[in-house]
């Protein structure tokens, strides 16, 4: 495929209903190449509030006990955190073999719960800059970055 023709492709769009017709949604040619919203991801509108069902809703003396573990525990970058064995290990994951040079997006943007807009590469909530046109025409999804991760090449 040309170099031309990859550039002429567009994003699958996200299901968008039908004007009259909430029950079906509109045919992938008429979607196809336009601007289409998550709005009405079906996974989406069927969780209200967007909650992890299988999230962990720690109760005091577990957090008590979690960080008396932390405070214990050498963490080193992109290791496991808690021991196997440990019983909240069940509850707790860390994905392996992150640094701290990865992007935050893969265990921050990919969470489903809405959270504060922070840069993509250095977590910083502030300063963020704004993405051109350009970039927006481009691409579906852009990460926030901040104006120090872009004056130092991030992009």
């Known amino acids: 495929m040309s170099h031309d023709d990859f550039q002429s492709l567009s ?5 968008e209903p039908l004007e009259n017709d909430n029950d079906h949604y509109k045919e992938f040619d008429n979607v196809y190449g336009q601007l289409t919203s998550e709005k009405f991801r079906p996974s ?4 209200p509030v967007n909650k992890d ?11 008590i006990q979690l960080q008396t573990t932390l405070d214990s525990l050498c963490y080193t970058c992109g ?3 808690l021991p196997e064995d440990h019983e909240l290990s069940k509850y707790l994951s860390v994905r392996l073999n992150i640094t701290c040079d990865s992007p935050i997006e893969s265990t921050y943007f990919s969470c489903r719960i809405k959270k504060l807009d922070i840069c993509y590469w250095c977590g910083e909530s502030e300063d963020l800059v704004e993405p051109s046109d350009k970039l927006k025409a481009e691409w579906k999804t852009i990460y926030p970055l901040c104006a120090f991760c872009k004056e130092n090449g991030k992009t």
């Not at 994003?11 to 299901?15: A, G, K, N, S, V």
């Not at 989406?44 to 969780?47: L, T």
């Not at 069902?53 to 957090?63: I, R, T, V």
Request: charge should be negative; proline fraction near 13%; glycine fraction near 0%.
């Open 11 to 15: 994003f699958i769009p996200d299901p």
């Open 44 to 47: 989406a509108m069927n969780n």
């Open 53 to 63: 069902p299988n999230e962990k809703n720690f109760k005091e003396n577990e957090e």
């Open 79 to 81: 290791s496991q955190l």
